[in-house]
Structures are given as C-alpha cells and as structure tokens.
C-alpha cells in the first residue's frame, strides 16, 4: 500500500505561483512514478503532468506546459508541483496519485491505483 499526503492549495490571485507537495509513504519511493490531476468543479478529473522514478522522464497535459513544473525529491519521498502564471481556470481540487508503471499512458488515471485526498486551488481574477 502507498500512502499519499498533498499540501500546499490555497488562494492565489491570477498571475501568482503555488507549490503543490505529495509526501508519499508505505512503498519505496525510488520504484513509483507519480502524477498530478485536478478536479474542476462539473468536470471530469483530468491530468496535470507526471513524472517517471527516474525524475527525469515527465510528461505535462498541454494546459500546464510551460507553467507547470513537475519534481521529486527521493531523500524526501515527496513529488512537487510548481505552479506558475496561474490562471483563474487552474481552478480545481488537485491530487497527487502513485503508480508502479511507467509507460506511454502515463496521463491515464486508471495507470495509478494509489491516490491522495487532494488539495484545493482557487485562483482568483
């Protein structure tokens, strides 16, 4: 079992920066790839980037890239998000899910059987 914890929603004004934290706990870390979604209220959860065990091999949905940073830190057993430029339509309870395959379909959610509780965003205009 994989336990994760996200910190660091909040409010922010459009334009501004958030960092998401994943601590992850219960399995190795070195041996999960994780990923970012988010839930917009009346929409489907949707992905948000991901990264590989590696922590070099990411992938990004087009909405975030160049805004969007995704990383990890192993001596931490956390996986970040950074957020940047953010737009009132970035919106969205996001969460942070585990996963012990890496492939093509890394944007899937059903790739990731362990999730977090997630953490709510609100940019405002």
């Known amino acids: 079992q994989v336990q994760l914890v996200e910190s660091g929603g909040g409010l922010v004004q459009a334009g501004g920066s958030l960092r998401l934290s994943c601590a992850a706990s219960?399995?190795?870390?070195?041996?999960?790839?994780m990923g970012w979604f988010r839930q917009a209220p009346g929409k489907d959860r949707e992905f948000v980037a991901a990264?590989?065990?590696?922590?070099?091999?990411?992938g990004y949905a087009d909405s975030g890239k160049g805004r969007f940073i995704i990383s990890r830190d192993s001596a931490k057993n956390t996986v970040y998000l950074q957020m940047n430029s953010l737009r009132p339509e970035d919106t969205a309870v996001y969460y942070c899910?585990?996963?012990?395959?890496?492939?093509?379909?890394?944007?899937?959610?059903?790739?990731?059987?362990?999730w977090g509780q997630g953490t709510q965003v609100t940019v405002s205009s």
């Open positions: 219960g399995r190795t870390f070195s041996s999960l790839a």
């Open positions: 899910a585990a996963t012990a395959i890496w492939s093509k379909s890394y944007g899937s959610q059903g790739n990731y059987p362990y």
């Open positions: 990264i590989k065990w590696n922590g070099v091999d990411t």
